[in-house]
């Protein structure tokens, strides 16, 4: 008889568990909150990927098709895991549905719940929310995906754009001592984009520290080399309203050693990663921990990065920290092959 795994969670992470284990011929219950796969690349449509800069509707749209078509996964979305118990060496969940509640049981199970994005709202000094022309790395990146690179106060281009990196990251202020790996790279991305629509627009880049790592540094020197994106070490410590409909970024060029006031059309705040609300929910309803940072915890780092502290219940993606879409892709596959082996032994 076949093994039933449920999968919690249909971003990228979710999706590729459920299609290697339909593909080994398990039944795949595959249970997702939103009203559609594919998580938050989908959720704010997300216009290319690192480091290839292939469109991310190529790579999302194959995982969700692939899980479409796949007979062996039984599609939930809209849909949360209402109540959860351990049943011996197996699990019991409902899953309610708009369709209405199903309890099933399974023989192991893998959470892939994603993350939330840093809410820059949290840090008053961005004053997001307070200007239309404050945007951060999503807003961004939902406008690049609709083709729409203009201001969003008048719809013009813009005539220089800062990027802020470490916004609710390495920030003790706001909770995140951690770094949120990802967003120096997507910053420097999203400045070759921009350049790429308005070669005229001036792109500066406020860092702490660049951590485009391994082969993603080849995207910081193309920025700097090819389009001429200034990279300044430094730190933003306040906006405000400027002259002429502008908002001005307030701070210290750390390597200078002085003070700036520089009035920008445009800033986009690179936010980082969060385990979000749903990671304490999982927690709480699965009976998983949580580390220290908010995300779930992984039973041993190095050597079982895929095992919660609690036999038969995996986990893969940004569920465990931050990390790019095609690690978590990378995750997903691996986390299958744990669950089902464990299904395996245990049906
Ligand atoms: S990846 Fe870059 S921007 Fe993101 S937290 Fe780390 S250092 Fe900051």
Redesign the pocket.
Same mark, same amino acid.
């Given at each position: 008889m076949a093994e039933n795994i449920l999968v919690i969670g249909g971003g990228p992470a979710g999706l590729h568990a459920a299609i290697e284990l339909a593909e080994l011929g398990v039944n795949v219950s595959l249970v997702e909150r939103d009203t559609f796969f594919g998580g938050n690349p989908k959720k704010f449509k997300y216009k290319y990927l690192f480091p290839d800069l292939q469109p991310a509707e190529n790579v999302i749209g194959e995982l969700i098709k692939g899980a479409e078509s796949n007979n062996n996964i039984k599609k939930y979305l809209s849909a949360n895991i209402e109540s959860f118990k351990e049943d011996g060496k197996k699990f019991s969940a409902v899953i309610k549905s708009s369709t209405g509640s199903e309890t099933k049981t399974f023989d192991s199970v893998i959470v892939a719940t994603g993350f939330e994005h840093f809410d820059p709202a949290k840090d008053s000094k961005y004053s997001y929310q307070l200007f239309d022309d404050v945007i951060d790395i999503k807003d961004l990146e939902r406008m690049m995906g609709e083709g729409n690179f203009t201001r969003p106060s008048n719809g013009k281009p813009p005539k220089n754009v800062a990027i802020i990196? *470490?916004v609710g990251?390495?920030d003790r202020h706001v909770g995140n001592q951690y770094?949120?790996?990802? *967003?120096?790279t997507v910053?420097v991305k999203q400045a070759i984009e921009l350049k790429e629509h308005f070669p005229e627009t001036e792109v500066y880049i406020f860092?702490?520290?660049?951590?485009t790592y391994g082969f993603y540094e080849d995207l910081y020197w193309k920025a700097m080399e090819e389009h001429d994106v200034q990279i300044v070490k430094g730190r933003v410590a306040e906006i405000t309203s400027g002259p002429d409909n502008t908002v001005i970024c307030k701070g210290e060029d750390t390597l200078l050693r002085g003070p700036f006031e520089i009035p920008f059309d445009m800033v986009v705040l690179?936010s980082?990663m969060e385990g979000g609300p749903q990671s304490p929910e999982m927690a709480d309803k699965l009976g998983i921990e949580l580390d220290e940072h908010g995300f779930l915890k992984q039973a041993n780092v190095t050597l079982s990065p895929f095992k919660s502290n609690k036999d038969g219940i995996f986990l893969a993606g940004a569920c465990t920290g931050p990390k790019a879409i095609a690690d978590a892709i990378v995750e997903g596959g691996a986390a299958a092959m744990d669950a089902y082996i464990y299904a395996k032994k245990n049906s």
């Open positions: 990196l *470490c990251s390495r770094c949120s790996r990802v *967003c120096c910053s860092y702490m520290d660049i951590r690179a980082g």
